[in-house]
């Protein structure tokens, strides 16, 4: 079993900056490939970011491209999402997720574990 920890969230005014943080158990974590999703009210959950085992890969969705960055420290067992330039349309529950398998991948089915997810809310 892997357990996800997020915490970082908060309120912010649009474009200003937050670091979602994602503690993960377990001591295989640099062959996970990570994930961020988020979800705002009334809406499906939508892929963010998501970055390989390694650390050496990731890819985003074209609404947070240039503005978030995903990163992942393997001797900490954390994943990381530094968000800048947030606009309103970035407020939503974030939610970190865990692949066991190292590749990287945009569908929320894919990935085996889900953190309990942080409030992110910009203001305008």
């Known amino acids: 079993q892997v357990q996800l920890v997020e915490s970082g969230g908060g309120l912010v005014q649009a474009g200003g900056s937050l670091r979602l943080s994602c503690a993960a158990s377990g001591r295989t974590f640099s062959n996970y490939a990570m994930g961020w999703f988020r979800q705002a009210p009334g809406k499906e959950r939508e892929f963010v970011a998501t970055?390989?085992?390694?650390?050496?890969?990731?890819d985003y969705a074209d609404s947070v491209k240039g503005r978030f960055t995903i990163a992942k420290d393997n001797a900490k067992n954390t994943v990381y999402l530094q968000m800048n330039s947030l606009k309103p349309e970035d407020t939503a529950v974030y939610y970190c997720a865990a692949r066991t398998r190292g590749d990287t991948r945009r569908r929320a089915y894919e990935y085996d574990y889900w953190g309990q997810g942080t409030q992110v809310t910009v203001s305008s």
């Open positions: 970055i390989n085992g390694s650390g050496g890969r990731t």
